[in-house]
T-cell receptor, first 113, second 114 residues
Framework: DAKTTQPPSMDCAEGRAANLPCNHS???????VYWYRQIHSQGPQYIIH???NNETNEMASLIITEDRKSSTLILPHATLRDTAVYYC??????????????FGKGTMLLVSP | GAGVSQSPRYKVAKRGQDVALRCDPI?????LFWYQQALGQGPEFLTY????????KSGLPSDRFFAERPEGSVSTLKIQRTQQEDSAVYLC????????????FGPGTRLLVL
């Protein structure tokens, strides 16, 4: 699996957009970018994933550069409850068989009032 | 609805003691995963079950670690002769199908070996 690089920590003011970057310069053509987050004392939670097109759901937006070597997770209006560690994961989505997640250290996002 | 549950939530063991950690996946979920998360690190894969079959145990750190899922639902991770380096949070996740976006995690069991 491709390695990812994320900043160790970021700060964001409540109500503002949080933009979390991820570099994955060795990504292969069939590898997806997944984002999970882990709130303190909880298990990781799926946020969003994408291959090459930008994606949006009720939680966040994912912007993937045209060369697919980096991506940005956007939380449009961060709240205090978005304070968590955010993991960017590059993973092959298999048609058969299973997939496991290879987590890095992630980005600790602190949303402050 | 009911999510993945794990018990106990916290476990303190003396070095050399055996421990058993339980995972109750979401009903009907075929896939079950165990991860180990050391302090300040991201979770690391330990083992994978498809129903009752253990298809991948490549992440188990030593032969002191053993996992089972005899009836394809509840799973138990057993650690024999615990060592201090086994101290971590043990996470269980389950999934209905192969797509990992449907992989749901439990709250974890925090193991402290003294």
């Amino acid at each position: 699996d491709a390695k990812t690089t994320q900043p160790p920590s970021m700060d964001c003011a409540e109500g503002r957009a949080a933009n979390l970057p991820c570099n994955h310069s060795t990504i292969s053509g069939n590898e997806y970018v997944y984002w999970y987050r882990q709130i303190h004392s909880q298990g990781p939670q799926y946020i969003i994933h994408g291959l090459k097109n930008n994606e949006t759901n009720e939680m966040a937006s994912l912007i993937i550069t045209e060369d697919r070597k980096s991506s940005t997770l956007i939380l449009p209006h961060a709240t205090l409850r978005d304070t968590a560690v955010y993991y960017c994961i590059v993973r092959v989505a298999r048609d058969s068989g299973y997939s496991t997640l290879t987590f890095g250290k992630g980005t600790m996002l602190l949303v402050s009032p | 609805g009911a999510g993945v549950s794990q018990s106990p939530r916290y476990k303190v063991a003396k070095r050399g003691q055996d421990v058993a950690l339980r995972c109750d996946p979401i009903s009907g979920h075929v896939s079950l995963f165990w991860y180990q998360q050391a302090l300040g690190q991201g979770p690391e894969f330990l083992t994978y079950f498809q129903n009752e079959a253990q298809l991948d145990k490549s992440g188990l750190p030593s032969d002191r670690f053993f996992a089972e899922r005899p009836e394809g639902s509840v799973s138990t991770l057993k650690i024999q002769r615990t060592q201090q380096e086994d101290s971590a949070v043990y996470l269980c996740a389950s999934s209905l199908v192969w797509d990992i976006k449907t992989q749901y995690f439990g709250p974890g069991t925090r193991l402290l070996v003294l």
